[in-house]
């Protein structure tokens, strides 16, 4: 019934043009990663590489999901400077819509700098991200009459309050698809829970909204609890090498890819392949544990690539990984 509630089961959204869309709304930036050759070394000096390339939770899983197929508008804001530029020009090779993005007139696009360590997992990274703030609720109105022919709305908690208060009001009756972003960010979504169809979350995350420290499976399990109390249909909670617990539909469990990956390039995009890949798989009505090794699969791909999205990211290559991985 939640599903039924929150948005039609099954819209499918795979042609760029007029026909069904998915709109996803949020953060934009320029992500500036720099990794060590070798192991990281604390207060000094590490020779390494710097590469700078399109980011930004929401504009991620609008390229992901374009990749897949699907007709993706994206609603974001950047600076009318170089990195803006790039933004643009790169979400329109992707195949994104991106025609709703809002520039800005002397702003400086946001930016994510981080430190990754010599296997590739982030160690510390800084966002500025300033410029997403011009995403005011006013702003978005512009955009109401479109957003109400959106098969689906995935949001991010980059977003400020009265743009999430706003949206989760207004489209309460649509499926929409929340990434909390950070620990930091994550609380700004907690009086809106009511109006999540889906939540993804990291444990981190997970912590920061519900005040549990969810460590073993029961735990997640019981913050499932809280969560689905709280209105939210569909919970997923990445859990890094360890797979992803889901709760929906009344079946709870952990996934974990079904193959053990012993390098990579880059973690950070992974998690929003994973929800790309979990969207997808709701627009073509897939099961639960189908639509989470479908997901694993997608972040798999991107794990290849040094950015935090990969140009080889197709339905034909998630597929690939993920050929001979039983699922229900």
Avoid at 136 to 144: G, V
Avoid at 151 to 167: G, H, Q, R, V
Avoid at 189 to 208: D, F, G, N, W
Avoid at 282 to 292: I, K, Q
Wanted: charged share 20%; net charge negative; glycine share 10%.
């Amino acid at each position: 019934m939640r599903q039924t509630e929150k948005g039609v089961l099954g819209s499918r959204a795979h042609l760029p043009g007029d026909g069904p869309f998915v709109a996803v709304i949020g953060g934009a930036n320029v992500d500036i990663h720099g990794r060590p050759t070798d192991s990281l070394r604390l207060q000094d000096s590490n020779p390494g590489t710097v590469q700078i390339s399109s980011g930004g939770v929401a504009r991620n899983i609008a390229e992901n999901l374009a990749r897949l197929g699907a007709n993706c508008r994206l609603i974001t804001a950047v600076g009318d400077d170089e990195y803006g530029r790039l933004l643009i020009d790169d979400g329109r090779d992707a195949g994104i819509d991106m025609q709703h993005v809002l520039r800005i007139g002397g702003a400086r696009t946001s930016t994510y700098l981080s430190i990754l360590d010599d296997r590739g997992d982030m160690h510390v990274a800084i966002n500025d991200m300033a410029t997403v703030g011009a995403l005011s609720a006013d702003q978005l109105r512009r955009h109401e009459s479109m957003l109400k022919q959106a098969s689906l709305m995935i949001l991010d908690t980059n977003l400020p309050a009265d743009s999430l208060a706003w949206l989760t009001q207004t489209f309460s009756e649509q499926a929409l698809f929340v990434d909390t972003v950070s620990a930091v960010k994550a609380t700004k979504i907690t009086p809106y829970l009511q109006s999540v169809h889906t939540l993804k979350m990291t444990r981190a995350e997970a912590e920061a909204l519900s005040g549990m420290n969810p460590k073993t499976e029961a735990q997640l399990r019981e913050l499932a609890g809280w969560a689905h109390e709280r209105g939210v249909a569909r919970l997923f909670i990445t859990l890094g090498d360890g797979g992803v617990f889901f709760s929906a539909n009344n079946r709870h469990g952990i996934e974990k890819p079904r193959r053990r990956r012993q390098t990579m390039k880059n973690s950070g995009g992974a998690g929003d392949a994973f929800l790309a890949g979990i969207a997808y798989a709701w627009l073509e009505n897939w099961p639960e544990a189908r639509s989470v090794q479908f997901a694993l699969a997608a972040a798999d791909v991107t794990l290849d690539n040094s950015a935090t999205t990969s140009p080889t990211l197709s339905l034909d290559a998630v597929n690939r990984v993920a050929e001979g991985w039983h699922v229900d």
